[in-house]
C-alpha cells in the first residue's frame, strides 16, 4: 500500500526560484493538508483540502498557492521561494470526522532549503 | 478558533516506567476528535491513539492510553512501560467538524528514555 506520496524527498531553491510539491494519495479520502514542520513551532497548516474542489487557507498561507487536481493529487506550489520558506513539508489525508477510524495519514516529508 | 497547547517541551523517563504527556486544547465546537502522533527521528509520522469528544470510555491502543478530561479541555498521553525506542517527538492534534476537517497540532513535545 502506498498510502500518502510526496515528491520531490529532498530540495534546494534559489531565492525567487518557483516550484511544486506533489502529493498523492491512494486511501479514497476526501480531506487532504499541507503542513510545514519548524523547530520549536510543530506542523503549521498551510492550506487543506475538505474535498474535491474546494480548497481553504490555514495557519500560514502566505507565500503559498495549492490546487486540489482531483481526489487523489493536492499540490503546494511556491512562486518565489523565500529563504523563511526552508522548512519540511508534510501532506496528509484523511477521511470527514465521524467515518470511523479518522486517523490523517502523512506522507514521509520533503526537506526544503531556500538559499 | 481551535488550539492546541502543549507546554511539556521535552521530557525525560526511565525504560520501563510510566510517563504523561500533557495536551489541553481549546475548541467552541461539541464535536471533535484527539489525535496522538509520534515522529522518531527518521522523520515520519506515526498515528497513535484517537479519542472522539463523544466517546465515553478513554481510549487505549496497546501501551498507549488517553486520559481524556473533557470538562479540562485536556488529552493526555500515557505510556506504560516505556522502552527506548519510544524516545520521539510526540504531537497532540484535533480536528473539529465544524471547521471541514481541518486538522491543528501543538508544538510537540520530545520524550527521551533513558536506561
Known amino acids: 500500500n502506498a498510502g500518502v506520496t510526496q515528491t520531490p524527498k529532498f530540495q534546494v531553491l534559489k531565492t525567487g526560484q518557483s516550484m511544486t510539491l506533489q502529493c498523492a494519495q491512494d486511501?479514497?479520502?476526501?480531506?487532504m493538508y499541507w503542513y510545514r514542520q519548524d523547530p520549536g513551532m510543530g506542523l503549521r497548516l498551510i492550506y487543506y483540502?475538505?474535498?474535491?474542489?474546494?480548497?481553504d487557507k490555514g495557519e500560514v498561507p502566505n507565500g503559498y498557492n495549492v490546487s486540489r487536481l482531483n481526489k487523489r493529487e493536492f499540490s503546494l506550489r511556491l512562486e518565489s521561494a523565500a529563504p523563511s520558506q526552508t522548512s519540511v513539508y508534510f501532506c496528509?489525508?484523511?477521511?470527514?470526522?465521524?467515518?470511523?477510524?479518522?486517523?490523517?495519514?502523512f506522507g514521509q516529508g520533503t526537506r526544503l532549503t531556500v538559499v | 478558533a481551535q488550539k492546541i497547547t502543549q507546554t511539556q517541551p521535552g521530557m525525560f523517563v526511565q525504560e520501563k516506567e510510566a510517563v504523561t504527556l500533557d495536551c489541553t486544547y481549546d475548541?467552541?465546537?461539541?464535536?471533535?476528535?484527539l489525535f496522538w502522533y509520534k515522529q522518531p527521528s527518521s522523520g515520519e509520522m506515526i498515528f497513535l491513539i484517537y479519542?472522539?469528544?463523544?466517546?465515553?470510555q478513554n481510549a487505549t491502543e496497546g501501551r498507549y492510553s488517553l486520559n481524556f478530561q473533557k470538562a479540562r479541555k485536556s488529552a493526555n498521553l500515557v505510556i506504560s512501560a516505556s522502552q527506548l525506542g519510544d524516545s520521539a517527538m510526540y504531537f497532540c492534534?484535533?480536528?473539529?467538524?465544524?471547521?471541514?476537517?481541518?486538522?491543528?497540532f501543538g508544538t510537540g513535545t520530545r520524550l527521551q528514555v533513558t536506561l
Open positions: 496528509a489525508s484523511s477521511e470527514g470526522l465521524g467515518r470511523g477510524h479518522t486517523e490523517a495519514f
Open positions: 475548541t467552541s465546537d461539541q464535536s471533535y476528535g
Open positions: 486511501m479514497n479520502h476526501n480531506s
Open positions: 483540502s475538505a474535498s474535491e474542489g474546494t480548497t
Open positions: 492534534a484535533m480536528r473539529t467538524a465544524g471547521t471541514a476537517s481541518k486538522l491543528t
Open positions: 479519542q472522539g469528544s463523544y466517546d465515553e
